[in-house]
C-alpha cells in the first residue's frame, strides 16, 4: 500500500513537471555601464537541434528606478536557416499612466518580458541569431541594465 502511494505521488510530480514550460535558452546580457547606444545590438546566438517542436521567444528587459521613460521601443532582428532576414519595431511599456513601474521589482531593479514569438515553429535546424537594438529618440538611453533572450519549449 505504501509502495502504491509513492508511485502514484511520483507519478503525478512528474505529470506536473512534465506539464510545465522548460526553458531551453536563457541568456542575458549586460549594459555596459547602464548606457545602450542605439548601434549597441545585443546578439543571441541560439542553436536549434529540433524543428518541430513549438517555441515562445521572449525579450527582457532589466532597467533601474532611474530610467527616463514609461516605454521601450526596440528592434528585434532574426536570421537562420530557412529564414529570411527579418526585422521588426517592438514597443515594451514599462510605468502605468500614474508613473508606477510594471513588472517585477527588486529593490531599485525592474523586468520586463515581452513575447516575441508565441507557439513557434523554426524553419529548419541549426543556428539562429537574434539581435536586439534599441530604437529610442534619446542616444544612449540610460539606467537599462540587461537585455535577455529565453527561449520556452511549449
Same mark, same amino acid.
Given at each position: 500500500?505504501?509502495?502504491?502511494?509513492?508511485?502514484?505521488?511520483?507519478?503525478?510530480?512528474?505529470?506536473?513537471? #512534465?506539464c510545465t514550460n522548460r526553458p531551453f535558452y536563457?541568456?542575458? !546580457?549586460?549594459?555596459?555601464?547602464? !548606457?545602450?547606444?542605439?548601434?549597441?545590438?545585443?546578439?543571441?546566438?541560439?542553436?536549434?537541434?529540433?524543428?518541430?517542436?513549438?517555441?515562445?521567444?521572449?525579450?527582457?528587459?532589466?532597467?533601474?528606478?532611474?530610467?527616463?521613460?514609461?516605454?521601450?521601443?526596440?528592434?528585434?532582428?532574426?536570421?537562420?536557416?530557412?529564414?529570411?532576414?527579418?526585422?521588426?519595431?517592438?514597443?515594451?511599456?514599462? #510605468?502605468?499612466?500614474?508613473?508606477?513601474?510594471?513588472?517585477?521589482? #527588486?529593490?531599485?531593479?525592474?523586468?520586463?518580458?515581452?513575447?516575441?514569438?508565441?507557439?513557434?515553429?523554426?524553419?529548419?535546424?541549426?543556428?539562429?541569431?537574434?539581435?536586439?537594438? !534599441?530604437?529610442? !529618440?534619446?542616444?544612449?538611453?540610460?539606467?537599462?541594465?540587461?537585455?535577455?533572450?529565453?527561449?520556452?519549449?511549449?
Amino acid at each position: 500500500m505504501i509502495l502504491r502511494k509513492k508511485v502514484v505521488g511520483f507519478s503525478l510530480l512528474f505529470f506536473m513537471l #512534465a506539464c510545465t514550460n522548460r526553458p531551453f535558452y536563457d541568456v542575458y !546580457q549586460s549594459i555596459e555601464n547602464r !548606457q545602450w547606444h542605439r548601434h549597441e545590438k545585443q546578439v543571441f546566438q541560439v542553436h536549434i537541434s529540433e524543428n518541430s517542436t513549438p517555441y515562445d521567444v521572449w525579450v527582457y528587459l532589466r532597467h533601474t528606478s532611474e530610467y527616463n521613460f514609461a516605454n521601450l521601443s526596440f528592434l528585434s532582428h532574426e536570421t537562420g536557416p530557412g529564414l529570411k532576414n527579418t526585422s521588426y519595431k517592438h514597443e515594451l511599456r514599462l #510605468a502605468t499612466s500614474d508613473g508606477r513601474w510594471t513588472g517585477k521589482g #527588486a529593490g531599485n531593479l525592474y523586468e520586463n518580458k515581452f513575447l516575441l514569438k508565441e507557439n513557434y515553429i523554426f524553419p529548419d535546424t541549426g543556428t539562429y541569431i537574434f539581435e536586439i537594438e !534599441q530604437n529610442m !529618440q534619446e542616444n544612449p538611453i540610460r539606467n537599462v541594465t540587461d537585455i535577455g533572450l529565453k527561449i520556452v519549449i511549449d
